[in-house]
């Protein structure tokens, strides 16, 4: 098949690749230097409306609503946008052998592309009960969330079983977010977890038992300290029960799991340094490999904040990684430098009527000030996380765009407390006064 040759070539077509483009248009990019490579059959979205609005039953999202780079208030790119800029969207196109040495990428039906710069911006894929060989798992009904088809899937399985049942794997964000449109659907919804309580890579036990309450008064019954271990089917083949390690059965007439993703560096193995699961790069997302660079989920990075190496699986850092990268390769090329990353850890979630924002690092003592009973309408609290006398994250549900905005200022400057109860009692104020 013919060889195709870019100047910089972007493997993967999901957030990073699409804020990566808009950056290589900013920057200046001559028509035909670069390709974005996506096994996707669209252009890149905001892959987070996928667990949110999408599934709405009323005035859902729909493409080409969120395109990139709408999620971060910027302009909406459409495939039209990148052919205006002579950028070469290759779509439904799976790279299955990376070269670094020879600069070569090739695809599941053969083509081979070249490239002088690559930008790995392949993300993260789902973990699969299947991949634990759970009895039943390849059962019809069973769904994972990672990509529109996956998605629209879903929709279908929710227009055929209205007011049906529906039971959630995990307790994390997919969890928590699909938990809540299951039941705006009018799904009867269980959600089943083996934490102890909902988001423990995030949340504290005080801040869980909010949600969780929460979710129980909108109807949604949590089951925790268990998992999934098998599912039995009717003679469609679809999902009918679900069955638990503690001996409960649940009936179901649609399963989705969320249990986590791993980032998709298998291409790249044995070419490129690797660190904490992800592919090793400086403050500049530059790879062990000349030329090669990484970006969003599959980057390990300098967080210079905290001054250790971290893998960040988060729409904020896709977005900024890659406008990053972008911005050294092109300051590489004129003989300039460029600031190092210098990163704050963000991470937010939206579901129901409620919505919450985090910044910085949850390690360290925690102080809890606000209302956080379930009960409350319009409940408004928050956590600070402190660490050797300073604080170095902090919490908020309900705040205004400006309450957000001044916890994320208390993150970035880890101001001193003096005592926990005072921190305490003052709650929101002391972020506002920093």
């Given at each position: 098949m013919a060889e195709k040759s870019f100047k910089y070539v972007i493997v993967g077509g999901g957030v990073a690749a699409g804020y990566a483009a808009r950056e290589f248009a900013k920057q200046g990019v001559q028509p035909g230097e670069l390709a974005i490579i996506s096994k996707e059959a669209v252009a890149p979205y905001e892959r987070p409306a996928l667990s949110k609005a999408y599934l709405f039953p009323e005035s859902p999202a729909r493409l080409p609503g969120f395109h990139v780079c709408v999620g971060s208030g910027g302009e909406r790119l459409l495939p039209e946008w990148y052919k205006e800029k002579g950028i070469e969207l290759i779509l439904s196109t799976e790279i299955v052998k990376a070269d670094l040495a020879a600069n070569t990428l090739v695809s599941a039906a053969g083509e081979t592309f070249k490239y002088q710069i690559l930008i790995i911006a392949t993300g993260s894929t789902v973990i699969r009960l299947t991949d634990f060989g759970v009895q039943g798992a390849d059962a019809k009904n069973i769904f994972y969330l990672r990509e529109i088809d996956d998605a629209d899937k879903l929709i279908e399985a929710i227009k055929a079983k209205k007011n049906g049942k529906a039971v959630i794997v995990g307790g994390g964000y997919i969890g928590l977010e699909l938990g809540a449109v299951m039941k705006?659907?009018?799904?009867?919804?269980?959600?089943?977890?083996?934490?102890?309580?909902?988001?423990?890579?995030?949340?504290?036990?005080?801040?869980?038992?909010?949600?969780?309450?929460?979710?129980?008064?909108?109807?949604?019954?949590?089951?925790?300290?268990?998992?999934?271990?098998?599912?039995?089917?009717?003679?469609?083949?679809?999902?009918?029960?679900?069955?638990?390690?503690?001996?409960?059965?649940?009936?179901?007439?649609?399963?989705?799991?969320?249990?986590?993703?791993?980032?998709?560096?298998?291409?790249?193995?044995?070419?490129?340094?690797?660190?904490?699961?992800?592919?090793?790069?400086?403050?500049?997302?530059?790879?062990?490999?000349?030329?090669?660079?990484?970006?969003?989920?599959?980057?390990?990075f300098p967080l210079k904040l905290?001054?250790?190496?971290?893998?960040?699986?988060?729409?904020?850092?896709?977005?900024?990684?890659?406008?990053?990268?972008?911005?050294?390769?092109?300051?590489?090329?004129?003989?300039?430098?460029?600031?190092?990353?210098?990163?704050?850890?963000?991470?937010?979630?939206?579901?129901?009527?409620?919505?919450?924002?985090?910044?910085?690092?949850?390690?360290?003592?925690?102080?809890?000030?606000?209302?956080?009973?379930?009960?409350?309408?319009?409940?408004?609290?928050?956590?600070?996380?402190?660490?050797?006398?300073?604080?170095?994250?902090?919490?908020?549900?309900?705040?205004?765009?400006?309450?957000?905005?001044?916890?994320?200022?208390?993150?970035?400057?880890?101001?001193?407390?003096?005592?926990?109860?005072?921190?305490?009692?003052?709650?929101?104020?002391?972020?506002?006064?920093?």
């Open positions: 705006i659907n009018n799904l009867d919804v269980n959600m089943v977890y083996p934490e102890p309580w909902c988001m423990p890579r995030l949340f504290t036990s005080d801040i869980a038992a909010f949600y969780e309450g929460y979710y129980a008064n909108k109807g949604i019954k949590i089951i925790k300290g268990t998992v999934a271990v098998g599912f039995t089917t009717d003679s469609n083949g679809e999902v009918k029960e679900v069955q638990l390690k503690d001996g409960r059965v649940l009936e179901a007439d649609i399963v989705v799991v969320g249990v986590g993703g791993r980032p998709l560096t298998s291409l790249f193995k044995g070419q490129v340094e690797e660190e904490k699961g992800g592919i090793k790069t400086d403050a500049f997302f530059k790879t062990s490999v000349p030329n090669v660079y990484a970006v969003g989920d599959v980057a390990t905290y001054n250790e190496m971290r893998r960040v699986e988060h729409v904020d850092h896709a977005r900024k990684s890659a406008e990053q990268a972008v911005k050294a390769i092109k300051a590489s090329e004129e003989g300039k430098s460029v600031g190092e990353y210098d990163y704050l850890p963000y991470f937010y979630s939206r579901s129901f009527d409620l919505s919450w924002q985090f910044y910085g690092d949850n390690v360290g003592d925690t102080v809890l000030f606000g209302d956080n009973n379930p009960e409350t309408p319009k409940a408004k609290f928050g956590s600070y996380w402190i660490k050797d006398g300073k604080v170095v994250g902090a919490f908020l549900e309900g705040g205004s765009a400006e309450e957000n905005q001044a916890i994320a200022k208390v993150a970035r400057l880890q101001p001193a407390v003096e005592s926990s109860e005072a921190l305490k009692s003052e709650g929101l104020s002391f972020a506002s006064k920093i």
